[in-house]
């Protein structure tokens, strides 16, 4: 059966997990979605936990889509890509203010040819004032709001020795995974095998890990994981 936003196009420019999470939700909905990335791929395709050559991390918040591999800086090449924006319905990007913009691909650019266009952007601190223009990331977010302070000082430490560091960020996508298990594997299991993604990738129950953990920076609350 057709999703509701079936014959939808979304272009999605983004990376890691905040725009390709959004634009996977448009895709599960039935949307077709086309990731633009540079050649070198985004920077998640080499995030861990992995099954061979596949990170599960990626598979995750990928799976499904359409791809397109092209770099902006070579002449001609935005023109390729506003052409494939002519089309979109909706465009995802979560790059920081105005990096889109100097590749004439920002939202003044992209709807004076496509005046119907839903674009969204997604950035840490906004699309305009003071703190714009800065990176941002969960953990960074967290430290500054006092929250992975907190969180460490619940645990028994300050974040920086013992027992609290390795909680003093704030959710393990272990955690996540271990929690809701099997199911999840459900809506992506047309285009990727349930072994590609990240809570099947561990050989037993993911640990706890915090900080500590080899792959991708957590968020909002921690849990400890459970083995079954």
Request: glycine share 10%; proline share 8%.
């Amino acid at each position: 059966m057709a999703g509701p936003l079936a014959g939808y196009r979304v272009v999605d420019f983004s990376r890691v997990l905040a725009g390709p999470h959004c634009a996977k939700t448009l895709l599960d909905l039935g949307a077709e979605v086309i990731k633009v990335e540079p050649p070198r791929g985004d920077m998640s395709r080499s995030a861990y936990p992995r099954r061979g050559e596949v990170s599960g991390y990626y598979a995750q918040q990928n799976a499904g889509k359409r791809n397109l591999s092209i770099d902006l800086k070579i002449p001609g090449a935005n023109e390729i890509v506003l052409r494939l924006c002519d089309t979109a319905d909706v465009i995802v990007e979560n790059f920081r203010p105005g990096t889109l913009a100097t590749f004439g691909l920002d939202y003044a650019s992209v709807a004076a040819r496509n005046p119907r266009v839903v674009y969204a952007s997604i950035s840490g601190y906004g699309q305009d004032g003071a703190w714009s223009s800065r990176m941002a990331y969960a953990p960074t977010v967290q430290a500054e709001t006092g929250f992975t302070r907190n969180t460490a000082a619940q645990f028994g430490g300050e974040g920086t020795t013992g027992e609290g560091r390795l909680r003093s960020d704030a959710l393990s996508h272990a955690d996540v995974y271990s929690g809701i298990s099997r199911p999840c594997a459900a809506p992506i299991s047309r285009t990727t095998p349930a072994s590609a993604l990240p809570h099947c990738a561990w050989p037993t129950s993911p640990p706890s890990t915090g900080s500590s953990r080899p792959g991708s920076g957590p968020s909002t609350t921690w849990l400890r994981s459970t083995p079954s």
